[in-house]
């Protein structure tokens, strides 16, 4: 099945972020392989509950990364806490300087 999927860690509107992602796509195509991309096949899903929520402004990419980590390997998402964001920061860090992900 071909989607677009939005997690929002922050609770806000999703506002047009769906149809930008959607027209994105497109633009990408077009520009990279100077061809349309029909992305009407495309369903549109928001999840809101069940996605793990942050309380601050400034971790929004760590949990986007974790959140995607666990889709990825098919995991359920939970165990991502606010609480955690020091030992998950720390942790892309070793990923990143050893250009592997660590199990």
């Known amino acids: 099945m ?3 999927e939005y997690y929002d860690s922050l609770r806000g509107s999703k506002g047009p ?5 959607r027209r994105w796509l497109q633009d990408e195509h ?11 096949a495309f369903t549109e899903v928001e999840f809101r509950s069940g996605t793990p929520q942050q309380r601050n402004g400034h971790d ?4 986007m990364t ?5 889709i990825a390997r098919e995991g ?6 606010q609480e955690e ?8 860090i070793v990923e990143v300087l050893r250009a592997a992900l660590i199990d």
Do not use: H
């Open 2 to 4: 071909k989607r677009f």
């Open 60 to 63: 929004c990419g760590v949990f």
């Open 76 to 81: 359920i998402l939970t165990g991502i806490l």
């Open 17 to 21: 972020v769906l149809e930008n992602l």
């Open 30 to 40: 077009q520009e990279k392989k100077k061809a349309p991309f029909d992305a009407s």
């Open 66 to 70: 974790r959140t995607a980590d666990y």
């Open 85 to 92: 964001m020091p030992y998950w920061r720390r942790r892309m």
